[in-house]
């Protein structure tokens, strides 16, 4: 049987991130410039995820991995040249991100970009940090035009407080911003099509101002796309996202509850730590807060925490 697959992340620069993730996650960060992303579960032509679990896949790229056993980690019939559909990523938002949109998929073609539908899990936050996402009731695409000229655009934007443990869902087409001070695990489609329509008269790295793709943008909005909701963070299990791409369910384990468990034949999954310490029957696997998993088809597995313990778990990956 395939073992459970840990991979090694791969760290991003951003203007916006900082060194939260050695705090956080108790992660060893490289250099010391700021990180704003860790991509930790990624099959792109130019990033790959390298196998950490220990066996004859230790040291092997993801994609060379679904290459060799697509069948039995990803069930019959699935391509072996296709990449994995899900990326996982870690953001530490130290400021503001810039106000953006990913092409739904009937956009995207037309653009040459890849559709990116995601959902955001709040892992934590500072006091009065929040989410931009969606336009306000009332707002007009004229007027939202208008308030992108005059660099204004603020006012035609849904902003949500959040706290640790809510969670939002981000369809292709939501127009959207992370407030500085929010650690997030993002899961989403395999896509790296970001537009920015704004960014906050701020410079990147390099110090020059960062492209923006304003047309690409309104082509991309949904402008009847108004003040989503999230799932606000509670004590039971809970199903966070539900799409064509994936499903995304809350799940605590611990004393009194039932164990996790994967029977084979019923796809692939993954499996998020967030808080306590959860292992698979062997205790070869232990998954802790920032850890992950990636459960074969094929396989038949079990996990079980000790004390009380919080996972999510995404499945049913779409087309």
């Not at 066996?55 to 060379?64: C, K």
């Not at 290459?67 to 503001?96: N, Q, S, T, Y």
């Not at 793709?213 to 309104?218: G, K, P, T, W």
Request: a negative charge; one cysteine or more; hydrophobic letters at 40%.
């Amino acid at each position: 049987m395939i073992p459970p697959l840990c991979f090694e992340p791969l760290y991003q620069e951003r203007v916006w991130g900082g060194r939260g993730l050695e705090t956080r996650l108790g992660r060893v960060l490289p250099g010391d410039g700021p990180i704003g992303e860790s991509w930790d579960v990624v099959d792109r032509p130019d990033a790959q995820s390298v196998v950490t679990t220990s066996g004859d896949l230790l040291g092997h790229p993801l994609r060379e991995v679904l290459k060799d056993r697509a069948a039995a980690i990803m069930g019959p019939g699935w391509d072996p040249e296709r990449p994995f559909p899900i990326l996982v990523k870690w953001l530490d938002c130290r400021e503001r991100l810039s106000l953006q949109v990913h092409p739904p998929a009937e956009v995207a073609p037309r653009l040459h970009g890849e559709p990116k539908t995601e959902n955001w899990y709040i892992a934590d936050a500072e006091p009065g940090a929040g989410l931009l996402a969606g336009l306000r009731h009332g707002v007009t695409r004229a007027q939202f035009e208008t308030a992108l000229r005059a660099e204004d655009l603020e006012k035609c934007i849904h902003r949500i407080d959040v706290s640790p443990g809510d969670s939002l869902f981000v369809p292709s087409g939501r127009i959207h911003a992370i407030d500085g001070g929010n650690l997030i695990l993002e899961i989403q489609q395999n896509s790296d099509t970001t537009y920015r329509v704004y960014d906050w008269g701020r410079v990147g790295l390099d110090g020059k101002k960062r492209q923006l793709h304003v047309e690409e943008s309104l082509a991309c909005i949904d402008f009847d796309d108004v003040e989503p909701a999230p799932v606000r963070a509670g004590s039971g299990d809970a199903v966070l996202a539900e799409c064509d791409a994936f499903r995304i369910r809350r799940l605590r384990l611990g004393p009194g509850r039932p164990d996790l468990v994967f029977p084979a034949g019923q796809g692939p999954a993954l499996v998020h730590g967030l808080e306590g310490e959860v292992a698979d029957a062997g205790g070869a696997t232990v998954l802790r807060r920032g850890d992950h998993a990636l459960l074969a088809h094929a396989g038949d597995y079990v996990f079980r925490a000790q004390s009380p313990s919080l996972v999510l778990v995404t499945d049913r990956f779409g087309p």
